[in-house]
């Protein structure tokens, strides 16, 4: 609860500086007294989430911005750092990269297929695409009965809400990078 209450007084103090707001005016804004928008921004005080609700309500920002660690500007993601599944007998390695946030509505995966490895992957929900990018060797995707051959360098894009699969026919391992996108 106190590293909950530490983000939150950084985010709500890097807010109204944002927003070039006084305390006073916060509290006017938000309908919480100034002594408690003091006490919050310092750490010193644990708000019930009616008071954040208020909070975000008055300032007009979301509930979650409040509460949740700001994303960095820049993130370096190393290989090593990222825990790689694997499928078919380890032939099909997947390294999700950046995960699914729902404020992006997508996750980017770095994916290695070894000679004969595949994958079959169920129908996603409507509207969802992949983006495919193929850097090495030769990837046969097949879409909704359809066959498509992606060699190094190429990519295609799909909507991914029907049955797919990903085969590496070759003698040469792909590796190919894949984004994921849900809609709302």
């Known amino acids: 609860m106190e590293e909950l209450n530490l983000v939150l007084a950084k985010n ?38 009616t008071t954040v609700w208020k909070i975000a309500n008055g300032l007009k920002v979301s509930f979650s911005s409040l509460i949740h ?5 820049t993130e370096v993601v190393t290989k090593s750092s990222v825990n790689m599944l694997s499928i078919d007998n380890g032939r099909y390695r997947i390294f999700p990269y950046f995960p699914f946030d ?14 004969e490895g595949y994958l079959d992957s169920e ?29 190094a360098g190429d990519s295609i894009r799909f909507k991914a809400d029907g049955p797919h699969s990903y085969h590496n026919s070759g ?3 792909v590796r190919l990078s894949m984004v ?5």
């Open 123 to 151: 129908s996603h929900n409507p509207g969802t695409e992949e983006f495919v990018t193929v850097f090495d060797g030769e990837l046969t995707i097949q879409i909704k009965q359809q066959e498509h051959t992606i060699k």
């Open 171 to 173: 003698d040469k391992p």
């Open 102 to 115: 729902d404020e992006r509505r997508f996750e980017v995966y770095r994916v290695e297929i070894d000679p």
């Open 180 to 184: 994921i996108y849900y809609p709302e």
């Open 69 to 73: 660690e700001p994303q960095p500007d």
């Open 12 to 49: 709500l103090k890097t807010i109204r500086e944002q927003k070039k707001l006084s305390l006073e005016r916060v509290a006017e804004l938000t309908g919480v007294s100034k002594t408690m928008i003091g006490q919050i921004e310092r750490g010193g005080s644990s708000p019930t989430i």
